[in-house]
């Protein structure tokens, strides 16, 4: 039996006003899965949606469309003191450390501040709290008494991390984490998260334009173009060989860790369109090496083609399941 899904996305649309009075679909009507205890990743170029997304997810970006549920309750449009406490449960890490972080308060009244919002908590109650994770984050509870400029970058990404999990959430969506952080730190904020959420069951979002971070984190991979998903796969079906010819394109620029020979470089000619006036038909034909005649006038819908593995291309690059 399938199980019950912890963050239920349905047909979720988010639309912004763009220049001209043109409408910016950001956000094209997603649907979308993510089960207790998994990490997806979403992936995808910049511009392409993602961090919209995820924000969208927790409502820090209100949807145009479409309807949220966490643990099955729908928290599209929840106010007041209910979506606040249901709120606590879904946390976010930004990913610029330092933006995030008010440059006038100390880390302890940052990290305690959602405890203290949203789960009521005492400041004696919050005080051990914060003391525990800044301990766990490796800043030492010491840390609590400075201030964000005190900090490197690395350091601050480590108390946005504790920031979130302060009210023990069990959902956080980390919007690439390690993206503003030195090549050399970034494996230690890794190492950090993937810690923490085996240590404390957590599911998460984690968004980044590297599939090469994403291969050491993720369980399931989520592929995003022009505001779509147009690939889901587990991360090993991912990896062994996307469906869709974008994933296939990403997929070509990470080196292999696998021995044999090397992939075929794909480069992925011109830029993303413009999410304003998206290409007709499948909106990825501009710059498909596979398109036909039918990819310009008949946009392809997510299809199911093997268990768990979900593609939107009329001409999938892996066989469908059944199929002769
Ligand atoms: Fe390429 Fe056509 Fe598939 Fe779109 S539907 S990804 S253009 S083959």
Redesign the pocket.
């Known amino acids: 039996m399938k199980p019950t899904p912890l963050l239920q996305l349905e047909g979720l649309r988010v639309e912004f006003a763009g220049s001209a009075g043109r409408r910016v679909r950001a956000v094209r009507d997603v649907d979308l899965e993510i089960f207790e205890g998994e990490t997806l990743g979403l992936v995808g170029e910049s511009g392409c949606g993602k961090s919209t997304l995820g924000r969208t997810m927790l409502r820090v970006t209100e949807p145009t469309a479409g309807t949220i549920r966490y643990l099955g309750l729908d928290i599209t449009t929840m106010r007041g003191t209910l979506f606040r406490q249901t709120r606590a449960d879904l946390q976010m890490v930004f990913q610029d450390p330092f933006g995030s972080l008010n440059p006038r308060r100390k880390i302890a009244d940052i990290v305690a501040e959602p405890l203290l919002r949203a789960r009521g908590a005492s400041k004696e109650e919050a005080r051990k709290v914060v003391d525990d994770l800044l301990d766990q984050v490796g800043l030492g509870r010491e840390a609590g008494a400075r201030r964000p400029h005190e900090f490197s970058g690395g350091q601050r990404q480590r108390i946005g991390i504790a920031r979130a999990l302060a009210p023990s959430p069990r959902f956080v969506v980390a919007d690439e984490p390690v993206s503003a952080l030195d090549v050399s730190i970034q494996a230690q904020v890794i190492n950090l998260l993937t810690d923490l959420i085996r240590e404390r069951g957590l599911t998460m979002l984690f968004i980044s334009h590297d599939l090469g971070v994403v291969r050491h984190i993720a369980d399931r991979i989520a592929v995003m173009y022009l505001g779509q998903i147009?690939e889901i796969a587990s991360r090993d079906d991912f990896f062994a060989g996307p469906a869709?010819?974008?994933g296939e394109a990403l997929l070509s620029s990470v080196p292999a860790l696998e021995k044999g020979p090397a992939r075929e470089r794909i480069e992925l000619t011109g830029d993303l369109p413009d999410p304003a006036d998206p290409p007709s038909?499948?909106?990825?034909?501009t710059r498909?090496?596979?398109?036909?005649d039918?990819?310009?006038t008949d946009p392809?819908a997510l299809r199911e083609i093997a268990d768990g593995r979900q593609v939107?291309?009329?001409?999938?690059l892996i066989p469908l399941e059944g199929a002769t």
């Open positions: 147009i869709h010819p974008y038909g499948c909106t990825f034909h498909c090496r596979y398109a036909i039918t990819c310009r392809p939107r291309c009329h001409l999938p």
